[in-house]
């Protein structure tokens, strides 16, 4: 058998999201794909503090041998965190649009920093939902309106996490990871993005893609920060072939 892989979901989804790629990867391979924390039948409880840093830990638990790590958005933070702590782990690395929000740096990047910084204050009900802040979140990412047009399920799935990942955000905002730490990561990066992405999203991958000395960079024309649920059969040819090349790759 090669290398095996973990696929890490994006914040507010599952593991489904890499069911295609799972299926394609499982022939050859051990296949990862943990749920995280509070998600699935354990229920991170409001108003317990979360750091994305637990996630990381989880992951790294889970693997003991070098291993090909595949992320999107926050899951691709916590690859390449899990990259940064545990460089013995990453065989190779590919991101979709991760939240590497400590790559951007003024003054060069204030513009980009001031429209992440605009997101708003999670403000739990009883429930500890905050649906505006679920409606902000979602169209910040994917255009005005886009909350209101998802799916009844979907919204549903979002408000189970609703806490969580307000925490995901949260934290993940206070990350001050520079360019240069990522630097330190000799693993081969494939870094991937879509053209109609958030205009700060864009700035990351071109910046974080700059950082790393092993990245290759593919820009997807057309393509928003959904990609690898929208258009699933594009990013995972894209995330197969970087696997395939790099099946023989040490860290």
Not at 172 to 192: C, F, K, M, S, W
Request: proline share 8%; charged share 20%; no cysteine.
């Amino acid at each position: 058998m090669s290398a095996p892989a973990l696929l890490v979901h994006s914040g507010g989804f599952s593991p489904r999201q890499w069911r295609k790629l799972r299926e394609a990867l499982a022939p050859t391979r051990r296949v990862i794909a943990p749920e995280l924390l509070g998600y699935g039948e354990h229920r991170w409880p409001a108003p317990r503090p979360f750091h994305f840093r637990q996630d990381v830990e989880m992951l790294a638990g889970l693997l003991d041998e070098p291993t090909h790590l595949v992320g999107h958005s926050y899951g691709g933070l916590l690859v390449l965190q899990l990259a940064l702590a545990r460089p013995e782990l990453a065989r190779s690395i590919a991101v979709y649009e991760p939240v590497a929000f400590g790559v951007l740096e003024a003054p060069d990047d204030a513009d980009a920093l001031a429209s992440i910084g605009a997101l708003p204050t999670y403000q739990p009900d009883a429930d500890g939902v905050d649906e505006a802040w679920l409606a902000g979140f979602v169209d910040w990412w994917n255009g005005p309106g886009s909350w209101a047009r998802l799916p009844d399920d979907t919204r549903r799935a979002f408000r189970d996490v609703a806490w969580k990942l307000s925490e995901e955000v949260r934290t993940l905002g206070l990350d001050a990871t520079t360019r240069a730490e990522y630097a330190r990561i000799t693993a081969p990066a494939l870094v991937l993005g879509g053209a109609e992405t958030q205009p700060a999203e864009r700035r990351v991958v071109a910046r974080l893609a700059a950082a790393l000395p092993h990245a290759t960079l593919r820009v997807f024309p057309g393509l928003g920060h959904m990609g690898p649920i929208t258009h699933a059969a594009q990013i995972n040819e894209a995330i197969l072939a970087h696997i395939a090349a790099h099946d023989g790759a040490t860290a």
